[in-house]
């Protein structure tokens, strides 16, 4: 099992910016595909952005050119840095992780490792 721990949510205007922060730990035994899903009220859960166990990224076309995933190996944490935040953006944001590469980097059935969250609220 694999433990998920994430920070860095927080309220902001349109235009603005924040950096979550994802840190794994636990049974690390290869290494991880790690993503980030959000999911805001009444919604299904959604895929933002992935940073696979090969070092290849891919983004929600609704984020690209906006967010952008990256990952520190030896800290086994993840990053995601926010930028031109829209009131759209606003949701609670997951980290999820698995070991090896998944079929679909932004398909939830893919990851078997969620942690608990961190709210993201951007105010117009």
């Known amino acids: 099992q694999v433990q998920l721990v994430e920070s860095g949510g927080g309220s902001v205007q349109a235009g603005g910016s924040l950096r979550l922060s994802c840190v794994a730990s636990?049974?690390?035994?290869?290494?991880?595909?790690m993503a980030w899903f959000r999911q805001g009220p009444g919604t299904d859960r959604e895929g933002v952005a992935a940073?696979?166990?090969?070092?290849?990224?891919t983004y929600a076309d609704s984020v690209k050119g906006r967010f952008t995933i990256s990952q520190d190996a030896a800290k086994n944490t993840l990053y995601l840095q926010m930028n031109s935040l829209k009131p759209e953006d606003t949701a609670m944001y997951y980290c999820?992780?698995?070991?090896?590469?998944?079929?679909?980097?932004?398909?939830?059935?893919?990851?078997?490792?969620w942690g608990q969250g961190t709210q993201v609220t951007v105010s117009s």
């Open positions: 940073f696979n166990a090969m070092g290849d990224t």
């Open positions: 636990g049974h690390i035994y290869s290494r991880l595909s």
């Open positions: 999820a992780a698995r070991h090896g590469v998944a079929i679909e980097d932004l398909d939830v059935e893919d990851y078997n490792n």
